[in-house]
């Protein structure tokens, strides 16, 4: 009987194959691992405060140095930034400074550039913008207590001011409103939650509008998390809970132009910039100055950038949505999750490239939100596959293929990429 090899890596759906996934990033030289963060290197939780990350996996990046960055929706800096998660994992400031411990990359959708030593930038960002952003949380937190003195019963006192310390997220770049702990205290009262959720949205509408009377007409985005995908006015469809699901938590004020897919085309630029000394789309480019659809990013990518130096990419994420739903009889798919597109086009730009590009995901559904469908796995003699993914059964002709899953959750990943970096050279 002849012996037929599986199809290589990255023509694979849902495969289980670690170690061939830990073989490429040990052995690749010309490669570039892009990387979200929330329960990919560490777990999801209610409080983000309450989140941590192991000593051995920022180790474990910085044999990966300049060939690794994080590109994520939350934020390097503040109180529930990234930066305050490893000082406190490493026991303070001074230790994380010492050791450069810090994660490079954009945060904020892409607009908050960070350096391996900590060092923040803002490109494309002016300081009306950011003047702007600095007022939101306080709106946020008094939208807050306006929603709960219609509900008092509901949630009141010193129990609703911590919640809203807990939810009210001050970011920089893009401050948010994280109802996580809000989904927790309501949970017996689910209609409550989604009229809540339907509040939060109409905040995100009026600080728009706000905005445009202040000379800041288009500045601004909100970013659903997660979501049901775009409408066809390219505005985020949120996910309003209909039971024990949380649906959308995270209604997020961001800068126009801060999406995950253009950071991909900006992290790229750099890491040319750094092989040859030239950037392909300038020095000064931003995420703010690149198109915002996948044909227009992929098109901009093959026209500039040199294919022999294309690096293989390595997306690594754990958010993709998809539901199908009945629209005028028929089933339509609604396809999001924060994730979604920025992993589309490193998978576009692998195969434009004729490189062996990897869509990998992270089953972040064993923490503590419920708004993450798990991968269904099956055992047959012995070895276990994945008969589903995280997007609806129904949905069979999604673009997006999941190379490589990791169903034990970001701790199984984070083990398979230290030893990646073990065996580096």
Known sequence: MSYIAPPLLHRQAFSLDHGAWVDCL???????????????CMGLVNDPLDRVVERSYLEATQRFDGHFFVLTNGEHTGKRGMNDIIERSLGGATQAQAGRYYLPGLAAGGVQWQTRAGDISHPGVSEAELAFLAAVPETMGDRLRQFFAQHCDSLAGAALEQAIQASVLDNMASPTANLNTFHGLLADQPQVYAA????????????????????????????????????????????????????????????????????????????????????????????RRAPHRHGELLDLVVQHFDPALMPILVGVGDTVTSVVVIEDGQPVAKRGGSDRNFLHLIQAIGQRFGRGNLVTYVDSSGGELKNRKALKLEDRGGTSRVIEGPGDPQDGDDPLVLNVVFPGGYRQYCQAFQTAAARRQ
């Open 196 to 287: 809540l959720q339907r509040a939060m949205q109409g905040l995100m509408e009026d600080l728009l509008r706000n905005a445009a009377r202040q000379g800041l007409e288009g500045a601004f985005f909100v970013h659903y998390a997660p979501n049901h995908g775009r409408g066809p006015d390219g505005t985020e469809i949120p996910w309003f809970s209909q039971g024990e699901e949380s649906g959308t938590t995270d209604f997020q004020f961001m800068v126009r132009g801060a999406i995950k897919e253009a950071g991909v085309l900006a992290l790229l630029n750099r890491y040319y910039a750094a092989r040859t000394g030239d950037y392909p789309l300038g020095e000064d480019f931003s995420v």
């Open 26 to 40: 040990a052995t690749t030289e010309n490669l570039l691992i892009i990387q979200d963060l929330d329960g990919v």
